[in-house]
């Protein structure tokens, strides 16, 4: 795995975790199915986060662009993003994910991830 390279001042944990769906848009370049899986959302920052998914990818061996669907508070958001390392626990595999929101979608999900905050839903790290 590698290391934690991270330059936000903090990350949103979710005090439960999130359930989502994300798609696999791509693999090495190669386009996949538009196929559904279930993931669950244990933090996100202004330009990455960390899911949780019943399969393994090979994130530091290969490209791979995903789409996530998913309700924090209000209103759905879709991004998009690129698994950078992954981790086995038990029978679930661990992703962290670069983000890549910008502009309106960007302001959005910091709406969002504040909201989260006043409803007590998360921890500030």
Not at 15 to 36: C, D, Q, R, W
Not at 53 to 66: C, F, G, M
């Given at each position: 795995m590698s290391n934690n390279q991270r330059k936000e001042p903090f990350r949103y944990t979710l005090?439960?975790?999130?359930?989502?769906?994300?798609?696999?848009?791509?693999?090495?370049?190669?386009?996949?199915?538009?196929?559904?899986i279930p993931a669950e959302l244990f933090d996100i920052?202004?330009?990455?986060?960390?899911?949780?998914?019943?399969?393994?990818?090979?994130?530091?061996?290969?490209?791979?662009?995903?789409?996530?669907?998913?309700?924090?508070?209000?209103?759905?958001?879709?991004?998009?993003?690129?698994l950078r390392w992954d981790k086995k626990q038990e029978s679930q595999w661990f992703y962290g994910v670069n983000l890549e929101t910008k502009g309106d979608d960007q302001e959005r999900l910091f709406k969002e991830m504040r909201m989260l905050a006043g409803q007590g839903r998360i921890i500030v790290k």
């Open positions: 005090k439960e975790p999130l359930a989502l769906e994300i798609y696999i848009l791509s693999v090495n370049g190669v386009p996949a199915p538009a196929k559904p920052s202004r330009s990455g986060c960390q899911i949780a998914l019943p399969l393994s990818l090979h994130a530091e061996s290969n490209d791979v662009r995903i789409r996530m669907s998913l309700t924090l508070v209000e209103d759905p958001i879709a991004l998009e993003g690129t």
